[in-house]
């Protein structure tokens, strides 16, 4: 099924050269990172995670998000999403690579990565997200591969992967859980601390995540004889709708109880990233362009005839896309090092290396999402035929 | 091949008596000491089977502030960060921090309070607390960083795989990152005339470090470095024993620890 | 078969190319190590022994220094009593390198010769290396 990747047109061909491009300059930074050390980015001890974390954590919410088809199709009998879940499912195992890719170059020592196998630590939230995570990645390469496989040889998909499928979509909310509790369980950080960050992760998963595969089918139906279907793409649109005023509502909670309480510790952070505190604020302008973008989404999404019109339902998902990932994958976790634990103020700025090594990480998820969709629409096209 | 507590204790004893008497700055080095420490068990054979006997030896910090000055300060950080090979590398973003000096406003930020013109701007010595119930123990998914049954809060440099959770669980700031060789950085010292305590090891890049309660000296029957240039600013002892050096000037003196409110139960207290 | 000429020219290259080390290094074995023994402390000793006999020194030291490792830094346990009965201090840089003190001739000469680097040399010294 796989050889599907390997005929396409020279546009096709030119967005792989392209992509393994960017992979190969960000392979040299990190070669260049791997050698003299994570020193060659813009962390510091006050500000000890940066991009790579910041990156992992959103694009854990985008492939969590994959599950907002899923469910749908196997629990509710959607018909209508039959053809695309494989879509969200690849897209998921693309964002899966992703995260551990950020994990393995955020890591000093790497080369004992094992560790964490070798000396199993159970009361460490990082063991646990080491689990969720790669059985999700093996759980949607199960799912996505098996249900495309059948459909390809026109044959019902086989019962042992029905199981699996359902396992899939609990285990897509405990990977974000998981991740939430990496940041919500640590004393001293008053940002992080607050129980409703996994809801809130959830919410601005299943926003990203669908936004995301909205703007990827989009451009599928545009360029290719596949048609995921206005009437799927217009369900996952109310989806992404819901998840992300359930994002801001969350938003708008913490908002309330840190400036209601008017407990220093709570608002710091706060203040830091949407008024600035004592002079520095740097991250001010992003921070309410992503309340005033994802608003401006909600809004698109909201009014039926705007969000039926093609053209402005692919500006909400990217506005949906763009807040959340300011939000998420940026605001969060700088902010969350921000005042430092002596209530001082070291900024942030990652370095070119850094930037490279990154977008580098986001072009293998782009390149697998490319080749898997490139087989998953072949099938498609094969089945219309 | 592993020996019990009480068995070490013995030998750090006996190294203690043999060559290094006289410092009296050291509990374990008053006699008496080593045995009575002995008698409570520990984690020995005598402690299995007593379900209410905590700890026996749990060590920890007494700083005095009031006797605190500019010269003994800098004194105390170039003892450890010279018997440690910490890096001096000058600037904030890759800096190594052992021991270290800030005021008191931002060594106890939850309780500032602007009229309290006595402790406002007072220089603190702030280090590792070496917490009771440490978050960064806690949250380490390859036990790198771990509490010893003495209660020193250790970081085993061969196994840290430089994920730096434990900077963000501390609430302390009490960790640094070796963010690029510190080899590099030392060898640039030592050619403007820095000497290296060819005892200890350096660290590699990529690994956390932190103070370690000079688990080396103690192993040796010798107190923290710190202590030992500062006999009348740091105090070390067993907060375990109701009779120790530190539990009787607790007794006597007002102390402060950091962010109590987090439930870390720090060791390092600070009289003011 | 299909495209047979070329399958099999495409196998003689990668054959070719697997073999090149073993082929360019035939009938010139490398000398074997001779670890050096000789330093000042060592030759002072009445009785040339290490902490265990040597020939358990060599075919296990490296599991032995792991668990120095892990007893002197993880179990706070700083004694090691030997099969003879003698106590010996654990560490790596004030027991082992106080007499073999000669890394360059001692540890590195077998460490070359099996190709391995061990990384107790990203922290721990070389007693009379000029570099650190």
Redesign the interface.
């Known amino acids: 099924m796989i050889e599907k990747a390997l005929k396409g047109s020279s546009v096709y061909w030119g967005w792989i050269i392209f992509l393994l491009c960017v992979i190969g300059a960000g392979f040299m930074a990190y070669l260049y990172q791997l050698k003299?050390?994570?020193?060659i980015?813009g962390?510091?001890?006050?500000i000890?995670?940066g991009v790579y974390i910041a990156q992992f954590t959103y694009f854990v919410g985008v492939a969590a998000g994959g599950v907002m088809v899923v469910i749908p199709k196997y629990l509710h009998h959607y018909s209508k999403y039959a053809k695309i879940v494989v879509f969200g499912e690849f897209l998921a195992i693309a964002a899966v690579v992703m995260c551990l890719l950020f994990?393995i170059v955020?890591?000093?020592?790497?080369m004992?990565?094992l560790?964490?196998l070798?000396?199993p630590?159970p009361?460490?939230?990082?063991?646990y997200d080491?689990i969720v995570l790669n059985g999700y990645l093996l759980l949607n390469i199960i799912c996505g591969y098996n249900t495309l496989l059948a459909d390809k040889k026109g044959v019902p998909c086989p019962g042992w992967v029905k199981p699996f499928i359902y396992i899939s979509i609990p285990w897509a909310i405990s990977i974000h859980t998981v991740t939430a509790f990496?940041?919500a369980?640590?004393?001293?950080?008053h940002f992080w601390l607050t129980a409703i960050m996994a809801p809130r992760f959830l919410a601005s998963a299943f926003a990203a995540g669908p936004a995301l595969l909205i703007m990827i089918l989009l451009f599928v139906r545009r360029v290719t004889k596949f048609d995921p279907g206005m009437d799927a793409i217009q369900t996952i649109a109310k989806t992404v709708c819901y998840a992300m005023i359930t994002n801001l509502f969350f938003m708008g909670c913490e908002f309330f109880t840190a400036y209601y309480s008017q407990v220093p510790?709570h608002m710091h952070t706060l203040d830091y990233l949407f008024r600035g505190l004592d002079g520095y604020g740097e991250l001010v302008p992003f921070m309410r362009a992503a309340i005033v973008i994802g608003l401006f989404g909600v809004f698109l999404l909201l009014v039926p005839p705007i969000r039926r019109n093609t053209k402005w339902l692919a500006v909400a998902a990217a506005s949906v896309f763009v807040a959340t990932w300011i939000d998420k994958g940026v605001g969060l976790v700088i902010g969350?090092?921000i005042p430092?634990?002596?209530?001082?103020i070291?900024e942030y700025h990652p370095t070119l290396p850094e930037i490279t090594i990154a977008t580098a990480i986001w072009g293998v998820g782009a390149l697998i999402v490319t080749i898997l969709y490139k087989v998953a629409i072949s099938v498609r096209e094969q089945q219309a035929a | 091949m592993s020996m019990d507590r009480r068995k070490f204790l013995k030998a750090a004893g006996l190294t203690t008596l043999v060559g290094l008497g006289g410092k009296g700055v050291f509990e374990l080095l008053k006699p008496g000491a080593v045995e009575a420490e002995m008698t409570h068990g520990g984690h020995g054979e005598e402690g299995h089977g007593e379900k209410d006997a905590g700890p026996k030896v749990r060590w920890a910090m007494l700083i005095d502030v009031m006797a605190l000055n500019k010269e003994k300060i800098e004194k105390i950080v170039h003892t450890c960060h010279h018997l440690h090979n910490v890096p001096n590398w000058g600037d904030?973003?890759?800096?190594i921090?052992w021991i270290w000096e800030?005021e008191y406003?931002?060594?106890f930020?939850?309780s500032y309070n602007e009229y309290n013109h006595i402790l406002n701007g007072m220089p603190f010595l702030l280090m590792c607390n070496h917490c009771d119930n440490p978050?960064c123990v806690?949250?380490?998914?390859?036990?790198?960083t771990f509490r010893r049954p003495d209660g020193i809060v250790a970081q085993d440099y061969h196994?840290?795989?430089?994920?730096?959770?434990c900077?963000?669980?501390?609430?302390?700031?009490s960790r640094?990152?070796?963010?690029?060789?510190p080899r590099v950085h030392l060898e640039k010292e030592i050619a403007e005339g820095r000497k290296l305590n060819k005892r200890f090891p350096t660290r590699m890049?990529?690994?956390?470090e932190k103070c370690n309660f000079c688990v080396e000296r103690l192993a040796e029957g010798k107190p923290p470095g710190c202590v030992e240039v500062a006999p009348d600013v740091m105090f070390f002892g067993n907060l375990a024993d109701p009779n120790s050096n530190v539990r009787k000037i607790l007794k006597e003196r007002i102390s402060l620890r950091r962010?109590l409110e987090?439930?870390?139960k720090p060791s390092v207290f600070y009289l003011i | 078969m299909y495209d047979s000429g070329k399958v099999i020219i495409g196998l003689l290259i990668f054959a070719g190319i697997f073999l090149f080390p073993f082929l360019y290094n035939h009938g010139s074995p490398a000398a074997k190590p001779k670890p050096s023994l000789d330093t000042p402390a060592i030759k002072a000793l009445p009785e040339k022994k290490c902490v265990e006999d040597t020939q358990f020194m060599i075919t296990t030291h490296m599991q032995f220094l792991n668990n120095w490792r892990d007893q002197a830094l993880r179990d706070g346990n700083r004694w090691y009593v030997n099969k003879e009965g003698k106590k010996v201090w654990i560490s790596l840089q004030n027991t082992c390198l106080k007499c073999h003190s000669n890394k360059k001739e001692f540890c590195n000469k077998c460490h070359n010769y099996a190709g391995v680097d061990p990384y107790c040399w990203d922290c721990h010294y070389d007693p009379n290396g000029s570099k650190l």
């Open positions: 003299v050390g994570l020193g980015t962390m510091s001890r006050d000890s995670w994990i955020d890591i000093g020592q790497p004992r990565m560790n964490v070798l000396h630590t009361h460490s939230m990082l063991f080491m990496l940041y369980g640590l004393p001293g950080r510790g969350g090092f430092n634990p002596f209530e001082t070291t | 904030p973003k890759n800096e921090m800030d406003e931002h060594v930020p939850d978050p806690r949250v380490c998914p390859v036990q790198a196994r840290c795989i430089g994920c730096r959770f900077m963000a669980a501390c609430p302390y700031g640094s990152f070796n963010w690029l060789d890049r990529g690994v956390v962010k987090l439930g870390t």
